[in-house]
């Protein structure tokens, strides 16, 4: 009998200490949290070119930069292609269109790993060596797109719609996956139906492309697992570990924002034009409030969370891995770049020692350059500690 009294009291500890954990991970400052939504100081930073880029591209996407390289995929030519740091020269290209060794159907996932480079594509997994040299395929579901590797396990995502009786529904269920080795499912990390960005409207008999719809998307870092959910509703982030143990979640509070006429007015003159056939156009609709905000990157012991433009100025809110936040910044933003790039190009950001890199197509010389912004002081950002393993 006594056994099983301290037993007993034995798992009450463990249990008390697991939540006193998990709630001190949740803690926050509400105050401080929602004054970040009403700073007004907008950095004072330019945008700096890195490097001009002489090959020529037609559908270039940075995938990844480090200390040394930086990653540009080709998605005309199925490529990737690894250039220095130092001098912008081209220093390996490699894959290319096919289903043969080291070539891809079409790049789904793309990753640069410690002393490997992954790259997804519908039916097959490829290692590759720094040096762009294929160390080995491993077949895998074609479905599993993309396919990212964390410890022994993968991540991936399926899309399906919300009921199988109604293929026009507007809302589209989305699960974040953790698979085993041998790619069977082994637990839904995440599962919520969200608003989907095209919908057939059956009253009017017209489809529509709804612009910035909510969206989950998952960043992997350190062999831990990061789940952002930006919707009207939602800003938050869940922390799992490479077997799929949740960590903690961060659940905050947001200013909406509204989009405003000038932005629609932008997005329609793009071009958002599109045509599901010869003779039926797609109307773009627009939500009332953008979602609570529109990418995070997970680098530098950080969670960058880059919230929608407000007109001339971008708001980062920099939080460290717990969700405390360190720091909000302003950073100039043209919105007349939405004239020149797709909105989901443009939102997207790849971050590195406190800087955001992007590139972009210089349309009197015609080549694409590398840029990059400032947006944390380094004293904001603690020393970098190892990466993927």
């Known amino acids: 009998m006594r056994k099983r009294y ?74 990737i292609n690894i250039y220095s740091r130092n001098d912008a020269r081209l220093k390996a290209t490699f894959g290319g269109n096919g289903e043969g060794p080291g070539e ?50 993968y991540v991936t995502r399926d899309y399906s719609k919300s009921s199988e009786r109604d293929i026009h529904s507007p809302y589209m269920e989305t699960k974040t996956i953790l698979v085993g080795p041998d790619f069977k499912p082994k637990k839904i990390l995440f599962q919520k139906s969200l608003n989907t960005a095209y919908v057939f409207n059956s009253k009017t008999g ?49 200013r909406k924002q509204e989009i405003t006429g000038l932005f629609k007015e932008i997005i329609r003159k793009k071009q958002y034009t599109m045509m599901t056939n010869e003779n039926q156009k797609v109307k773009i609709q627009f939500y009332d409030y953008f979602p609570s905000f529109c990418n995070f990157e997970v680098a530098d012991d950080r969670i ?27 950073i100039p933003f043209d919105l007349k770049s939405l004239e020149r790039s797709s909105y ?18 210089n349309l009197e010389t015609d080549k694409w350059e590398l840029w990059r912004l400032k947006i944390c002081d380094i004293g904001q950002v603690p020393a970098r500690l190892s990466q993927d393993k």
């Open 304 to 330: 960058y969370v880059f919230l929608y433009p407000e007109i001339d100025r971008q708001r980062i809110l920099i939080l460290d891995l717990k969700g405390k936040l360190l720091a909000v910044n302003l």
């Open 206 to 254: 017209q489809n529509e492309a709804w612009i910035f719809p909510d969206i989950c998307s998952f960043k992997i870092y350190n062999d831990n697992i990061y789940i952002g959910l930006s919707s009207l509703e939602s800003f938050i982030f869940m922390a799992f570990d490479a077997n799929g143990k949740q960590l903690y979640e961060i659940n905050r509070p947001y």
């Open 344 to 361: 989901r190009i443009l939102f997207s950001n790849l971050i590195h020692n406190g800087e955001s890199y992007y590139i972009k197509d």
């Open 6 to 79: 301290f037993l007993f009291l034995l798992m009450a500890s463990i249990i008390s200490i697991d939540s006193a954990c998990k709630k001190s991970d949740r803690t926050y400052d509400k105050e401080s949290w929602l004054n970040a939504f009403n700073k007004q100081e907008v950095l004072n930073v330019k945008p700096e070119k890195v490097a001009v880029i002489e090959e020529l591209y037609k559908q270039p996407g940075l995938a990844a930069i480090d200390d040394d390289y930086f990653y540009i995929l080709n998605g005309i030519e199925q490529t």
């Open 104 to 153: 891809f159907r079409w790049m789904q996932g793309f990753r640069v790993y410690s002393n490997y480079i992954f790259v997804n594509s519908p039916g097959k997994n490829s290692y590759f060596s720094k040096k762009g040299e294929l160390l080995k395929e491993v077949k895998c579901p074609p479905s599993l797109i993309p396919c990212l590797p964390v410890g022994n396990n």
